[in-house]
């Protein structure tokens, strides 16, 4: 019987072993030199900088908190959420990947740690629309959502509706909660990270 528990024990132990570690390989940050550092845990954002955990043996608690400014890397991937360095104007952001479906990318960054900004991309990473979300007046956020989102989204009722619901329910940003989603498309988050790589400099 003993025999018996710590047989599971020792698979659940090993299944969950095994899920970090594909987990943690899925976690990462892709650097300008093209250095690639595995992501453990704690990812926290700036708005110019990223930080979060790495291993290191050397340490006492065998990690080690490391921060990167955005002018040092490309990318990151951290579980369902991708981040991109893309410009506008004459500046580089983190830019999170919201939705994307055929044609166009939708991301979202913030400015001086409120002032949410939204951008639709061709997929050449070619500027499309840019808008400022105001976060006071459900009329302007709903505008935006109509007049501006929905032209190159329209085909993505599920991601509209959940914009409009965020609305409703009073969210901090209408992308609240919308990481990375495809949209009517047979393209993948892997392929929008080649696509990103294999680019030059997207223009501004």
Request: glycine share 4%; proline share 2%.
């Amino acid at each position: 019987m003993k025999t018996n528990y710590m047989k599971k024990l020792l698979a659940i132990l090993l299944f969950a072993a095994s899920a970090f570690s594909v987990n943690a390989q899925n976690n990462y940050l892709l650097t300008k030199t093209g250095e690639k550092i595995t992501i453990i845990s704690d990812l926290s954002l700036d708005v110019n900088s990223v930080g979060f955990k790495i291993e290191n043996a050397a340490k006492k608690k065998g990690f080690e908190w490391v921060s990167y400014k955005d002018s040092k890397f490309k990318m990151l991937q951290f579980e369902d959420r991708i981040f991109m360095v893309l410009p506008d104007g004459k500046k580089e952001y983190i830019q999170e990947i919201v939705c994307f479906n055929d044609k166009y990318i939708l991301t979202t960054w913030f400015v001086g740690g409120s002032d949410l900004f939204i951008k639709i991309f061709d997929w050449d990473l070619n500027s499309v629309c840019k808008l400022k979300q105001l976060f006071a007046g459900e009329k302007f956020q709903k505008n935006d959502i109509k007049d501006r989102i929905k032209p190159d989204f329209g085909d993505c009722q599920n991601i509209i509706d959940a914009m409009y619901k965020n609305v409703a329910d009073k969210k901090s940003h209408i992308t609240d909660g919308i990481q990375a989603v495809k949209c009517n498309t047979n393209k993948t988050v892997n392929d929008l990270i080649k696509k990103f790589l294999a680019l030059p400099a997207p223009t501004k």
